[in-house]
């Protein structure tokens, strides 16, 4: 697959990954998370953008599955550690707080050291993996991500989740083989994985198969709530309806997204472009 500065062009100049925000990839990079979590009352609705930039972000890059609402602060997580410091609940829950943070460099730590206490809970390799996410150590968190995979009485919502991030993180390493597959695992093990349903009609777009990206952008519709990802899907159904000729498919997806996301800059762009009255002639 060739290597471009935009992925994927259609006819008219946009790019179908444009509207689910993929752009030029650099690995490893640090990614921004957390400041879309009041957004997602699910783990696939709350998306970030990469580095500042919503377009330059694969649709779920920077996925933020949430911590529970209810954990102390840090001031009472750092208290309750230092208690009890062979606590795994402790160490989770001080993780959990600097993660919600965004310092995720002791969230790390902690993360590690409630692994280490209880090695067969998931919970700590699924948030200590995303937060090498946030800090743009991607090997780190796969490393995390494969681990939870491996784990026994893992419920395969849990699982699908880590599959997703695998695959978000093969994709910045342009490994798209391979992240194809995590997101394909994630979607077989999790039928209304959303995040994973967008990835995966990106890839089909990009290889020119918009009969196959339709449905699934349809599907990832259908499986989240309103949302910021909810609307990248819109805007990618809107630009493979402008892109096959249908001009008002494209307008209400294009419509659809604005409602979902207010600032979705593709599905704006597409609005704006659609909306415009011809020209009279001089």
Known sequence: MARRGMYCSLAF??????????????????????????????PAASVPAAAGDSTNAFP??????PPPSD???IDGAETAAATDPKSASAALNLGYAYYKSAAYSPAVEAFEKAAALSPTRPEPLLFGGQAYMGLGTLDRALSSFTKLTALKNVSPDTR????????????????????????????????????????????AALEKQPAKAKPLFEGAIRDLPSSRLRAKAYASLGLLAEQGGNPAAALANYQKAIADDPRSGAAIAGNERLSKKPKAAP
């Not at 599959?163 to 342009?174: D, H, P, S, V």
């Open 60 to 65: 779920s890059i920077a996925l933020d599955y």
């Open 160 to 203: 699908s989740t880590a599959y997703l991030q695998m695959g978000n993180c093969l994709f910045q390493q342009q490994k798209d083989k391979a992240a194809k597959a995590a997101f394909q695992k994630s979607v077989s093990l999790n039928s209304k994985q959303g995040a994973a349903k967008i990835a995966l009609g990106a890839f």
């Open 13 to 42: 100049g946009m790019g179908i990954l444009i509207a689910v925000g993929c752009g030029p990839r650099k690995s490893p990079r640090e990614i921004e998370m957390g400041s879309n979590v009041e957004d997602a009352p699910s």
């Open 71 to 73: 954990i102390p602060g």
